[in-house]
């Protein structure tokens, strides 16, 4: 099983809400990613956890806010976005972060109003 | 740093025909190759990759060649169907490097055409 879970599929929210995206993997993986991907572009990584510790943040603004509970969640909570911040946001794990395969779940589209 | 050059940006072919997609990368220490396909409004789903050691790898009607030399790495989907048709994204990386992050290339939307 191959299985990467995200919820919700869709969210609406206004520039002064808060949120939460989850992502949840059951495959054992210990390193999980967090990318944001905008409309006829390739994903961009945001986020990596390895072994529940941030290890790669790639320069994200402090709206975002990434969170690793156990091994198999990660959350991105989400704070005072822009609607430049509308995209599809992909979760993604791999074996450890020296292995190459990553696993995608199927994102979460926000939109900003 | 890496970077990955994918082309065309866009290709049609007729169905029963076969595609052909390209990708060039920069870093010689890159050793993993993989292809995501992604359909609309899903996520990628890794559909075959490829590591240096290796210049083909063959699953069913996909397979992918590298020339390590040429820095150039080719999907091959023979005998498309209509459910083919969505957007493909080569990527690479280094194994074993202190990440494992992956460089995408823009992506190239594949349409087959009943």
């Known amino acids: 099983d191959t299985e990467v879970t995200q919820t919700p599929k869709h969210l609406v929210m206004g520039m002064t809400n808060k949120k939460s995206l989850k992502c949840e993997q059951h495959?054992?993986?210990?390193?999980m990613y967090w990318y944001k991907q905008k409309a006829k572009k390739p994903p961009e990584l945001m986020f990596v956890?390895?072994?529940?510790?941030?290890?790669i943040n790639e320069s994200v603004p402090s709206r975002f806010s990434p969170e690793c509970p156990n091994s198999s969640l990660l959350n991105l909570h989400l704070h005072a976005l822009q609607p430049e911040d509308s995209a599809l946001y992909l979760c993604?794990?791999?074996?450890?972060?020296?292995?190459?395969?990553?696993?995608f779940g199927p994102g979460t589209r926000l939109l900003v109003l | 740093g890496e970077n990955v050059e994918q082309h065309p940006s866009t290709l049609s072919v007729q169905e029963g025909d076969s595609a052909v997609i390209k990708c060039t990368y920069s870093d010689s220490a890159s050793n993993y190759f993989p292809w995501y396909k992604q359909e609309l409004g899903k996520g990628p789903q890794l559909i075959i990759d490829i590591r240096s050691n290796v210049g083909e790898k063959k699953d069913q009607r996909i397979a992918v060649t590298l020339n390590k030399t040429a820095k150039h790495f080719s999907l091959h989907i023979t005998e498309t169907q209509p459910e083919d048709s969505a957007v493909y994204f080569c990527a690479a990386s280094m194994y074993g490097g202190s990440q494992g992050n992956l460089i995408f290339g823009k992506g190239t939307k594949l349409s087959v055409k009943p």
């Open positions: 956890y390895s072994y529940e510790k941030l290890s």
């Open positions: 993604a794990s791999s074996q450890t972060d020296r292995k190459e395969t990553q696993y």
């Open positions: 495959m054992g993986h210990r390193a």
